[in-house]
């Protein structure tokens, strides 16, 4: 008797999960019918595969492993030529993608119905940060975070930091150096991970853990959990759902929590004696903190909004400070290094690939420095606003971004939030995802002008010029109140990076070599040569991979050579 209710209930269950996912696979795949009769683009649709088999097409004649915006914006190129067309992955996606590639369509996205991020996203992003974040929050959430986290990257106070940015820069150059004097080969990735991440850990936290020289745990914590973690955006579904990911990200997760939360715990102690030497000196408040770190500023505007007296009462840090604290730092360490990194690897290769383009930078790096390159870390250090006199730096840094973003833009639809396009069509985002495709919008050829050249020359072109980047098309840090907060940091940081880089090495891709060594692996090497098949993205062998966010393909195998002074530029 007791086993035919527990039968009972157990196929009760299964036939009311099973109708849920039957009732939401109709209704999503109904939703998609009805736009394809409206007329809007799509590939090859079908009730029963929606779009996934209209993708191996294309991913047929790309690599097995390119990122999937890489794939995307290929389909753009065919099914998006109005700005906008439908994807439909259900079950792997709980409703279909509106994929945009057209800057007037995101705009009206972004800026003019300021459409919220999927809720779904808060469950993705939660093994990396904790919890609610400023990227996952809803907007009534969202804006007092933003409120207190924004002083931290002001353009006063990340000029502030370019002396510690100086202090890892030459580190990430002495590694360099090692490597270059041994003659090998080796992966520009790693090394630019352990540098931007060192740098990231000193901004946030106010703390220098040495990552680039040694082991740390938050650090290696942090990169392991990137690595196993899925964005909902893998086609291969053990990666997707292999079963050990939550053991190995909750004991991440614990590693990173204990150590973010006492930096947390160190910097309000030094807050807390800090406002005690006031008082004792009769001043009822230090206006503002020693340390210009993110959290010392979030927690001084935290303190500020609160009753300061009552809060430096306590032994410890206010607890729902340092939760929600600690879910924001985490965040910031992870997009603060893994976009910096690839984004200064990507600046570096094409540099390698354009000789003239490198060689005015470099006249730029000696008209501002001087002609000696190893001087230009002290005057960086005494003058950190030198970094605003580079402008064809700050344009080379923009262009690469342009070419090779680090991520794209998903927003959740509403009903009455209408995306019309230029060809009068128009689309009723509720029950969508709309999905902006930042590399197919920033290489759109209806968009811009020879859009998959390197022209860092067209940032530096007065409006009305052909080559001026047109609105809202330049959308690597997104648009509206929400967009990147580390941004100015990160085009500081990258210039730090050039500036010690850029006259004391040359650096040269070593793609053939790693794929020459693969073949000679014997016939284990052969065959997985062979399977991996094309290894080229629009004739870029250093395409971008998807392992979280964009990398390199390979970690990017190069190698690099000390420049004697006679092929230094003169000022």
Same mark, same amino acid.
């Given at each position: 008797m007791d086993y035919k209710i527990v039968l009972n209930v157990l196929s009760f269950w299964l036939a009311t999960c099973l109708g849920r996912i039957f009732y939401t696979g109709y209704k999503s795949r109904s939703r998609v019918r009805e736009l394809q009769r409206a007329g809007i683009p799509m590939p090859k649709w079908s009730w029963w595969t929606g779009h996934m088999l209209a993708v191996k097409p294309f991913a047929d004649r790309n690599p097995s492993d390119a990122h999937i915006n890489a +794939?995307? *914006? &290929?389909?753009a190129e065919? @099914? #998006?030529? %109005?700005?906008?067309?439908l994807l439909d992955f259900w079950p792997l996606a709980p409703a279909p993608f509106l994929?945009? *590639?057209? =800057?007037k369509l995101a705009a009206q996205a972004i800026s003019k119905f300021n459409l919220p991020r999927p809720k779904e996203f808060e469950e993705t992003f939660r093994a990396i940060t #904790? #919890?609610?974040?400023? @990227? %996952?929050?809803m907007e009534k959430e969202w804006k007092p975070w933003r409120t207190i986290m924004t002083p931290g990257f002001s353009s006063g106070n990340v000029i502030t930091h370019v002396p510690r940015l100086v202090d890892s820069a030459e580190i990430f150059i002495d590694k360099i150096r090692e490597q270059a004097l041994k003659g090998e080969m080796f992966c520009l990735e790693e090394f630019t991970m352990r540098f931007t991440l060192e740098v990231i850990i000193k901004v946030t936290l106010g703390t220098d853990m040495d990552y680039q020289r040694g082991h740390n745990p938050l650090a290696s914590a942090l990169r392991n959990q990137v690595k196993w973690q899925t964005f909902g955006n893998d086609l291969n579904l053990w990666r997707r759902w292999n079963p050990l990911r939550p053991i190995?990200?909750?004991?991440n997760s614990r590693i990173m929590t204990r150590y973010v939360r006492g930096e947390l715990q160190k910097r309000f102690d030094e807050a807390k004696a800090a406002n005690r030497a006031a008082t004792d000196a009769g001043i009822s408040r230090v206006k503002s903190p020693t340390s210009k770190s993110v959290i010392a500023l979030a927690l001084d505007a935290y303190t500020s909004e609160k009753r300061a007296e009552k809060l430096w009462g306590r032994t410890a840090i206010d607890e729902h400070f340092a939760t929600i604290a600690s879910y924001q730092i985490r965040l910031f360490l992870f997009v603060g290094h893994d976009s910096t990194s690839s984004t200064l690897v990507y600046t570096l290769h094409l540099l390698s690939q354009h000789p003239a383009i490198l060689a005015r930078l470099r006249a730029e790096h000696a008209s501002v420095f001087g002609p000696d390159p190893s001087?230009?870390?002290?005057q960086l250090r005494a003058q950190p606003s030198l970094l605003n006199e580079l402008t064809y730096s +700050?344009?080379?840094?923009?262009e690469t971004l342009r070419l090779f973003p680090v991520a794209s833009c998903m927003r959740e639809g509403r009903a009455g939030a209408v995306l019309s396009d230029a060809a009068g069509a128009s689309v009723d985002t509720g029950g969508l995802f709309v999905w902006i495709m930042h590399m197919a919008t920033q %290489?759109? =050829? !209806?968009?811009?002008? !020879?859009? !998959? &050249? @390197? +022209? =860092?020359? !067209?940032w530096l072109a007065p409006p009305g010029d052909a080559l001026c980047p047109p609105p809202d098309a330049f959308r690597a840090f997104e648009h509206g109140p929400r967009a990147c907060i580390g941004q100015k940091l990160v085009f500081a940081e990258i210039r730090t990076a050039l500036v010690l880089v850029a006259r004391t090495f040359d650096i040269r891709p070593a793609y053939d070599e790693i794929d020459w060594l693969k073949k000679e692996k014997g016939w284990l090497g052969s065959m997985a040569s062979k399977k991996e098949g094309v290894k080229h993205f629009r004739g870029e062998r250093a395409y971008q991979i998807g392992r979280g966010g964009t990398y390199p393909s390979e970690g990017y195998p190069c190698r690099v050579t000390l420049l004697e002074a006679k092929e230094r530029p003169e000022p």
């Open positions: +794939l995307a *914006s &290929e389909m065919e @099914f #998006g030529k %109005t700005g906008m067309y994929v945009v *590639s057209d =800057p #904790g #919890g609610p974040n400023l @990227f %996952t929050m190995v990200q909750w004991y001087a230009a870390a002290a +700050l344009a080379v840094i923009q %290489t759109n =050829p !209806r968009v811009w002008p !020879r859009p !998959r &050249e @390197f +022209l =860092p020359e !067209r």
